[in-house]
Structure formats: structure tokens, C-alpha cells
């Protein structure tokens, strides 16, 4: 019986750590930067505009349009952001994220984070 309603406790405590965000398979750790306005306004890689007050990131190689799951690994916030340019180019980084996006996960100050990112189901 103890065995059983641990089980389920566990079962019951992961149901509650997915918050609901089903995610796809593209996971990876590293680091995370990014830019506003400067960029505000210019073409992305998508041929959209860049608005550094939209919840976007530029990554050099999931799709356009794929939604991710970003968490600053330094205080476990996160944000999700859809891709929508490529980048960056910085050695080391893995996204680079709108200047909302940066704000959410409280990394402005920092300028640099590591995060982890986990591309999220359409």
C-alpha cells in the first residue's frame, strides 16, 4: 500500500512539473544573449520585421515558427518565444532572444545567461 501511494504521489508531483507545455524533443543547454533596438525594425532571416517588444528569437537551425521553451538556468524563469530569425553567431551562444523575451527571464542586466532551450509541440 506505501508502495502504491508513492507512486502515485510521484506520478501526480510530474503532472505538475509539465505546467501543461508539451515539448518535442529539440533540447539543448548553453547560453543565451540578445539584442533590441538597434535591430528594431530591420528584416529577420524569416522576412518579418524584428520588434524587440514581441516574444521572438533568432536560432541558427530550428524551423521558423517553432515555439520554445527558454529558462534562464540562473533563477528558473522562463518564456516562451517563437523563432523567427537566425542567429546568433556569437561562439558559445545558442539563441538570441527580443528584448521582451530577455526581460521575462530577468537576464537584461546580465547581457548573458546560461539557458536551456526545449522546442515545444505546434
Not at 532571416?45 to 521558423?64: I, K, M, W
Not at 523567427?84 to 526581460?103: E, Q, T
Not at 521575462?104 to 545567461?113: N, P, S, T, Y
Request: glycine share 8%.
Amino acid at each position: 500500500m506505501r508502495l502504491l501511494i508513492l507512486f502515485a504521489t510521484a506520478l501526480l508531483l510530474s503532472a505538475c512539473a509539465s505546467q501543461g507545455i508539451d515539448r518535442q524533443g529539440y533540447r539543448a543547454e548553453g547560453k543565451a544573449s540578445y539584442y533590441g533596438a538597434r535591430h528594431h525594425g530591420r528584416k529577420t532571416a524569416s522576412g518579418e520585421r524584428f520588434d524587440q517588444h514581441a516574444l521572438t528569437a533568432a536560432h541558427r537551425s530550428l524551423p521558423f515558427g517553432s515555439r520554445v521553451l527558454v529558462t534562464n538556468l540562473r533563477n528558473d524563469k522562463s518564456v516562451v518565444v517563437r523563432i523567427n530569425d537566425r542567429g546568433p553567431f556569437v561562439r558559445g551562444r545558442i539563441i538570441d532572444l527580443s528584448h521582451k523575451a530577455a526581460a521575462q527571464i530577468d537576464m537584461l542586466r546580465a547581457g548573458v545567461v546560461p539557458v536551456r532551450v526545449e522546442q515545444l509541440a505546434d
